[in-house]
């Protein structure tokens, strides 16, 4: 049974950072892109992050370039998200998610599996 679940949510004043983790069981996913989405009220749901588990090949969305950063580690099969200068509007639930590849790699309909979600809370 494949498992994502993410962890590393919660308050942080605006400035601050956090890490969130993603550790995923169940497959193998070397073949896997992983990526961070994340969802505000009232909002679609985004994508942040994304990351090639094989290349290590990065995406990024432009609110988050140069503030928040991804990776993986595969001796713990698990991907992180690494955000810094938080701000009011990065406020969401985040979700990590895994695709076969599938294309474009911002449409979360290519994401095979997800997480539960981890809230995130920036206060200004």
């Known amino acids: 049974q494949v498992q994502l679940v993410e962890s590393g949510g919660g308050l942080v004043q605006a400035g601050g950072s956090l890490r969130l983790s993603c550790a995923a069981s169940g497959r193998t996913f070397n073949s896997y892109r992983m990526g961070w989405f994340r969802q505000a009220p009232g909002k679609e749901r985004e994508l942040v992050a994304a990351?090639?588990?094989?290349?290590?090949?990065?995406f990024y969305a432009d609110s988050v370039k140069g503030r928040f950063t991804i990776s993986r580690d595969y001796a713990k099969n698990t991907v992180y998200l690494q955000m810094n200068n938080l701000k009011p509007e990065d406020t969401a639930v985040y979700y990590c998610?895994?695709?076969?590849?599938?294309?474009?790699?911002?449409?979360?309909?290519?994401?095979?599996?997800w997480g539960q979600g981890t809230q995130v809370t920036v206060s200004s």
């Open positions: 998610a895994a695709s076969s590849l599938g294309i474009p790699i911002t449409d979360s309909l290519q994401y095979d599996y």
């Open positions: 990351i090639s588990w094989r290349r290590g090949t990065t």
